[in-house]
């Protein structure tokens, strides 16, 4: 990375708002290439989505919540007894917009080209992670046994397969299993699942919080600087340099990059033009006494969400709700997802606890990635649905190749934040 160093004389000093797993991923790319990077978070690093999550880093993640199904499968969807999307009526007013672009991009030909997008990313996000993972001295944080899909019946299993033909075709790798296979690898569930898959490439991140703080900990530690404080207010100060306010101070940078993924926008204001950035709203229940009944993680591919094994126990999360930022967490997603792992876990023990956090979602179920047009001084990095723990890495080394001027190592033309217009 150091050929991205004669890029940046000019223009050294550069910001990174957000400090979840994107944004400390760019911050330590940048740094990398050669700039003085300050991070800023109003909380401590990963404390947002980047702490609930699944725990994943899933390379055969090209499949985007919104296909050409759920046009029609909707209603089941959102009214069914058991269903992994709900919305809050409330916020569906302010959501309608959104939600119409949302279903636009459910047709076949835009569908394919998020998954062609998305496996870009994905093909070298691996790579681009590890280097920041094992910089950061977080190898024992990684824990390598593939990932499962289960399917509950023959037919969503024989449904399924075109979307496993599409993953096949963006590099993924994947491992049919039959019921007999599925009880040697994962005893402890229920013999319910006649049909099972495995991605033999998808591993953990057993503590995503404390990887993120390491890796904190290694921008600093290697010259870089982290500031607490709520950002706001962020402007375009000159042609040269942006401007944003930090518990109501002032800062200047020469460039700025904005992470903060679900808040984006609202921590922008008039700063950049609009972007559509909604929220999907994901949960977990953690059963602290019960990390020992899976090896890896098993994912329904019906129910929307994962259990995983982690250090501080089993994590079951996911699901899709649409709410925004401000309702208050649902009960029933979490009664729904605690009913659906003791169905598949009779042996799980009490839930210790739940969390409810924010996914950062545009229609299109693709990242922004590249410099804002009313403000090209400020370049987005949001935007990752479900794969922020996974495209962190890949982020971040785009990222600092746009912040440089340097031509980035991949098209970035899918990512780009003027498609919407």
């Known amino acids: ?3 991205l160093a004669e890029h940046t004389q000019e223009r050294r000093n550069i910001a990174v708002i957000g400090a979840g797993i994107v944004g400390v991923s760019c911050a330590l790319y940048l740094q990398q290439a050669g700039f003085n990077v300050t991070l800023f978070d109003r909380d401590e690093p990963g404390s947002g989505a980047t702490y609930g999550n699944a725990c994943t880093f899933a390379l055969y993640g090209s499949i985007p919540v919104n296909r050409p199904d759920l046009i029609w499968r909707f209603p089941s969807l959102m009214f069914g007894q058991e ?8 916020y569906m007013p302010k959501m309608t917009p959104w939600l119409i672009q949302f279903l636009k991009h459910c047709r076949r030909k835009h569908v394919d080209r998020t998954i062609n997008g998305l496996g870009s990313l994905l093909r070298d996000a691996e790579d681009a992670s590890m280097i920041l993972f094992r910089a950061s001295g977080g190898d024992d944080l990684i824990s390598r046994d593939g990932t499962i899909y289960i399917y509950p019946s023959s037919e969503s299993f024989d449904a399924d397969a ?6 096949l075709t963006q590099g993924a790798q994947i491992q049919e299993l039959t019921a007999t296979d599925l009880q040697d690898l994962e005893p402890n569930l229920a013999p319910i699942f006649p049909h099972a898959v495995l991605y033999p490439n998808g591993f953990t991140i057993l503590d995503p919080k404390q990887m993120t703080s390491r890796m904190v900990d290694h921008l600093c530690h290697t010259g870089g600087h982290f500031i607490k404080g709520e950002v706001s207010a962020v402007e375009a100060q000159s042609a040269d340099s942006v401007a944003f306010k930090v518990n109501g101070n002032r800062h200047h940078y ?3 990059v904005l992470a903060g993924g679900a808040w984006s926008m609202q921590i922008a204001k008039d700063g950049c033009e609009k972007l559509p950035l909604d929220t999907e709203r994901g949960y977990h229940v953690l059963f602290s006494e019960s990390a020992e009944l899976l090896n890896r993680p098993v994912g329904f591919a019906d129910a929307g969400f994962y259990m995983t ?3 501080q126990g089993l994590r079951a999360a996911g699901t899709v709700e649409l709410g925004g930022l401000n309702a ?3 009960p029933e997603r979490l009664a729904y997802i605690e009913r659906r792992v003791r169905q598949a876990l009779p042996d799980v023990g009490p839930a210790s606890d739940t969390w409810l956090g924010f996914r950062p979602t545009l229609p299109d179920s693709l990242p922004v990635i590249g410099r804002s047009r009313h403000n090209p001084n400020l370049i987005f990095a949001f935007g990752h649905h479900h794969l922020g723990l996974t495209l962190g890495g890949i982020t971040g080394k785009l990222v600092s190749e746009i912040a440089a001027g340097a031509i980035p190592s991949l098209d970035v033309t899918p990512f780009r934040p003027d498609r919407f217009s």
């Open 1 to 3: 990375m150091t050929d």
């Open 83 to 90: 269903r992994p999307l709900s919305i809050a009526w409330r």
């Open 162 to 167: 075109i979307n496993r033909q599409r993953r």
């Open 328 to 330: 208050a967490p649902n």
């Open 254 to 256: 020469d460039q700025a």
């Open 309 to 311: 094994p982690m250090y």
